[in-house]
């Protein structure tokens, strides 16, 4: 029994992926973003995943840390390798690392579980959604939905950085309608849309700086 227990994974609180996050990431936009992977992560572990509070705190750690190493190592030789070898470092879990390695397309890595399948189908459309909210005229995710998303994509000079066949094959892997899962996601953002700068007081500010300088 000991044994078991000493070979059980690490559970990390939300704290502590906070903690690593802002001890590697300095952008607001980078933040903003793994906030709203988090929240996507956290509403899709309550569809897909055990329903245990722990297991949803899990979603939502994957998700929050998921770009962490993105701004120090943006390129594709190093990132997500290199933040994979810091969470080996921090004691994080095989199912953690793994997750977060499957949401790089060009690592290898397969995506099998619906942790690792949700990360995939919440990661550009959380980037996406929030391009989408900030060209409107209160720069607000109560002014976004999946019919204003969906337009937005055929729009190839819009939100150029954001892959549209990662978010339509990532629903689609998911197993759920896209035009569902576009607005499942809002819903998940809105109750954070003021940590993530669209509850519309931006549009009161002269710009609202966003950087679309988030990759896969
Ligand atoms: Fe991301």
Not at 29 to 56: I, N, P, Y
Not at 84 to 91: A, P, V
Not at 181 to 190: Q, R, T
Request: charged share 30%; proline share 4%.
């Amino acid at each position: 029994m000991k044994g078991d227990l000493a070979n059980m994974p690490r559970i990390i609180t939300r704290e502590e992926a906070w903690s690593l996050l802002t001890e590697f990431t300095q952008s607001e936009s980078l933040r903003k973003h793994a906030l709203a992977v988090e929240a996507c992560m956290r509403t899709c572990a309550r569809k897909w995943g055990s329903g245990s509070q722990d297991d949803e705190n899990l979603w939502g750690v994957v998700g929050l840390i998921h770009d962490f190493d993105y701004e120090r190592w943006p390129s594709p030789e190093e990132h997500p390798y290199k933040g994979n070898e810091i969470l080996m470092e921090r004691g994080y879990s095989d199912e953690i690392r793994r997750a977060i390695m499957s949401h790089a397309e060009y690592s290898g890595v397969t995506r099998d579980t619906p942790m690792e399948k949700a990360l995939f189908a919440c990661d550009e459309l959380a980037c996406f959604i929030t391009a989408v909210a900030l060209i409107k005229p209160g720069k607000s995710l109560a002014e976004v939905d999946a019919r204003s998303v969906r337009k937005r994509m055929k729009d190839k000079a819009f939100a150029r950085k954001v892959n549209r066949d990662d978010i339509i094959n990532g629903a689609a892997d998911l197993g759920v309608d896209l035009d569902e899962h576009i607005a499942f996601c809002i819903e998940a953002m809105k109750p954070i849309a003021k940590e993530l700068g669209l509850d519309g007081s931006a549009a009161k500010t002269p710009s609202a700086p966003f950087k679309n300088d988030v990759q896969a």
